[in-house]
């Protein structure tokens, strides 16, 4: 499974976009990256995923390179309750490995 | 509604009795997994099942054991507690289709004195 790299802490303004960065230099072509974040000690709730393209829901945006050794999830208008604990993972599923090696991710600060 | 539910919430136990903290899902999910969280440390994998009566080991197994004898069933079992095994820990579960996410409970705090 690919090792990813994120910062350890973020502030966002109310209102702005946030843009949380990853890297996943050593992503295999099965590897999809996902996105979770953690509020309090509550358990991780997914919000996205892609494997090349772009990708977009109602809580946010998925911008992957085209070298795919990086990505970036953003959060378009954040508030205050997006402050949460982000972790950004990579993982093969097609191989049958369900290994999901989460890190310690990114602390994201939303200020008022 | 689809949940992973995981009981109790709340434990604090002695070193060396044994314990059993339940996880069930109503989703029907083939995969389901273990985690404990530590401060500065993240989510570390205790272990994964894949189905019924399938199970491996994650990065961090010593001194867990699991069973998975139906679907919606993996109990986690601690046969002597002991003081590092203080820790939050989740349970969590996904379908076997490639691009699902997993779904997780809401925790079970363990304390052990």
């Known amino acids: 499974d690919a090792k990813t790299t994120q910062p350890t802490s973020m502030d966002c303004a109310e209102g702005r976009a946030a843009n949380l960065p990853c890297n996943h230099s050593?992503?295999?072509?099965?590897?999809?990256v996902y996105w979770y974040r953690q509020i309090h000690s509550q358990g991780p709730q997914y919000i996205i995923h892609g494997l090349k393209n772009n990708e977009t829901n109602e809580m946010a945006s998925l911008i992957i390179t085209e070298d795919r050794k990086s990505s970036t999830l953003i959060l378009p208008h954040a508030t205050l309750r997006d402050t949460a604990v982000y972790y950004c993972i990579a993982t093969p599923r097609s191989s049958g490995t369900y290994k999901y090696i989460f890190g310690t991710g990114t602390r994201l600060k939303v200020l008022a | 509604e689809a949940q992973v539910t995981q009981n109790p919430r709340y434990l604090i136990t002695v070193t060396g009795k044994k314990l059993t903290v339940t996880c069930s899902q109503n989703?029907?999910?083939?995969?389901m997994s273990w985690y404990r969280q530590d401060p500065g440390l993240g989510l570390r994998q205790i272990y994964y099942?894949?189905?019924?009566?399938?199970?491996d080991k994650g990065d961090v197994p010593e001194g867990y054991k699991v069973s998975r004898k139906e679907k919606r069933n993996f109990p986690l079992i601690l046969e002597s507690p002991s003081p590092n095994q203080t820790s939050l820990y989740f349970c969590?579960?996904?379908?076997?289709?490639?691009?699902?996410?997993?779904?997780f409970g809401n925790g079970t705090r363990l304390t052990v004195t």
């Open positions: 099942s894949m189905n019924v009566e399938v199970t």
């Open positions: 969590a579960s996904m379908p076997r289709v490639v691009d699902s996410p997993l779904h």
């Open positions: 989703m029907n999910h083939e995969y």
């Open positions: 050593t992503i295999s072509g099965n590897e999809y």
